[in-house]
Nanobody, 123 residues
């Protein structure tokens, strides 16, 4: 029901910032709850942040709280992840995901995924 494409990843020094974007296409993008997840090679996919369809409700992993901000612009059909004070342990492929029945921290509950964008934080 929705196609997602992430962008904005790259190589930054520890303490730096990146803003990831997830562009969505579909008939009812504004009705989807969105999430950001990340996965390092050989590791499980971890929850980072989620935002409700209205943008009013957000939830963050403890590792992201205070440093990352998730937001969305439904008019532009885009969800963002502003990442500040980046640490080497933030290095991973970051994935945007969508679901249509409420926010969740569980990857398996998100049926729609982007291809991922690489974030590398050097020390």
């Amino acid at each position: 029901q929705v196609h997602l494409v992430e962008s904005g990843g790259g190589l930054v020094q520890a303490g730096g910032s990146l803003r990831l974007s997830c562009a969505g296409s579909g008939r009812t993008f504004s009705g989807y709850d969105m999430g950001w997840f990340r996965q390092a090679p050989g590791k499980q996919r971890d929850f980072v942040a989620t935002i409700s369809w209205s943008g009013e409700n957000t939830y963050y992993a403890d590792s992201a709280k205070g440093r990352f901000t998730i937001s969305r612009d439904n008019a532009k059909r885009t969800v963002y992840l502003q990442m500040n004070s980046l640490k080497p342990e933030d290095t991973a492929v970051y994935y945007c995901a969508a679901k249509d029945r409420g926010v969740s921290v569980i990857p398996g509950l998100y049926p729609y995924w982007g291809q991922g964008t690489q974030v590398t934080v050097s020390s």
